[in-house]
């Protein structure tokens, strides 16, 4: 749905994968919109991802902590935002077993600075939301049947969702308790460009390319449920401009892949892609001890967004995967720079052991 109105729009996380997907769709899409992206440019931050439309008129980068309580109140002082897209957040598992607080600082109490910062600053005013961007990893972990909808108990079991998990509670205690306008999304795993390559898929590909070992955790057969990021964004506008205030939407594109099938689809790929002789990259594969709490299996149900909001995923997995292949293959600069200088340590950080 195209809005003519004149709104100003913070996103938080903007320079990081999704976000930056994102911020291009809604300054490309809403020219009549100015678009702020507040982003602290951790080592999953990047303004690389988003050279193609910083010129734009309609957009603005602000270096910045979302955990930072003064600076987030002077700048909601500053701007009379009218909505608030909030991705900021530390984002990967692995991570947040070897260091939770940082998890809880940003996830969580980030969050809450944020909430605080929008209930001040929209006292008395109409017409504003607070859309918060969760994970379905809150729901915890499911066995080989079932799905996780809307109404799913919370159960997480990571650092990582726990965290994210609390948000969530925040976000709901603030339109319970002050009556902030919200909405939150808890969407599956996600894929495509520019994702940083410590998550599965972007890591895999880069280390085929460097001819490295795949680190495959455990049996190889936990399960997840993967969107192509564009699909998600294109969700998050979607219910952002028609979702309920106070409600939840799950967003998931109904395509579970055992982590072992959707390597090996991987590897057959980047041969073809490569110009390598079948079964080279799949040599490549070793299996390491598993992921400590690792959950076995997401899979979610987004039968509300299709039928109340109409969305629907539009890719298939083999198309996207392969898109996502080429883009990491022909964007080396990309690849070489986010591994490099001030993120070589984050990029070796090894996990798991043999
Ligand atoms: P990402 O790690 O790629 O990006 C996170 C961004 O947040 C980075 O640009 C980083 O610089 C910024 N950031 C981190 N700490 C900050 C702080 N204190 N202040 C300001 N900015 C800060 O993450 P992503 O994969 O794009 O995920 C974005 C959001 O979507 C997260 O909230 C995540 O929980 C959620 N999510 C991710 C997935 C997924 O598959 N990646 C799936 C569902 C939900
Ligand atoms: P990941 O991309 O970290 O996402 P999440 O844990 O949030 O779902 O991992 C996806 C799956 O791949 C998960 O089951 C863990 C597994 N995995 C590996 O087997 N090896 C790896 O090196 C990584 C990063 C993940």
């Known amino acids: 749905m195209m809005d003519h109105k004149q709104r100003k729009i913070l996103v938080t996380g903007g320079a990081g994968f999704i976000g930056s997907h994102l911020i291009r769709l809604l300054i490309n899409k809403y020219p009549n919109y100015h678009i702020y992206n507040l982003d602290k440019l951790t080592y999953a931050g990047n303004l690389e991802n988003l050279t193609d439309v910083e010129k734009a008129p309609n957009y603005t980068f602000v270096k910045g902590d979302i955990t930072d309580g003064p600076f987030i109140q002077e700048l909601f002082g500053k701007i009379d935002f009218d909505g608030v897209i909030h991705l900021a957040a530390e984002s990967h598992v692995d991570r947040s077993i070897e260091n939770p607080t940082a998890f809880v600082e940003t996830n969580v109490l980030g969050t809450v600075i944020l909430l605080n910062a929008a209930k001040t600053a929209w006292e008395g005013k109409e017409d504003k939301l607070f859309y918060h961007v ?67 898929i972007p890591l895999f590909i880069n280390n ?22 564009v699909d998600h964004a294109k969700a998050i506008d979607l219910i952002y401009h028609s979702g309920l205030k106070g409600e939840t939407y799950n967003i998931g594109g109904k395509n579970e892949w055992k982590n072992i099938e959707l390597i090996h689809l991987l590897c057959d790929i980047m041969d073809e892609e490569l110009g390598k002789p079948s079964g080279t990259s799949r040599e490549l594969i070793t299996y390491v001890k598993d992921r400590p709490g690792h959950d076995r299996r997401y899979a979610i149900d987004a039968e509300k967004l299709e039928s109340k909001l109409g969305w629907k995923a539009t890719i298939t997995f083999k198309e996207g ?30 996990y798991h052991t043999a």
């Open 208 to 229: 085929i390319k460097h001819n490295k070992a795949l680190p495959v955790y455990g049996d190889g057969k936990y399960t997840r449920d993967w969107l192509w990021v």
């Open 134 to 200: 969760s994970t379905d990893e809150v729901y915890g972990s499911l066995g080989e049947e079932g799905f996780f909808t809307e109404e799913t108990p919370y159960d997480p079991r990571s650092p990582y969702s726990s965290a994210k998990a609390s948000s969530d509670h925040f976000v709901r205690a603030y339109y319970h308790t002050y009556g902030l306008p919200v909405i939150i999304s808890n969407c599956s795993n996600n894929y495509g460009s520019h994702q940083f390559p410590e998550k599965l």
């Open 321 to 350: 995967l392969r898109e996502t292949i080429k883009w990491y293959l022909s964007n080396e600069s990309w690849l070489n720079n986010v591994t490099s200088g001030a993120y070589k340590d984050y990029y070796n950080k090894q």
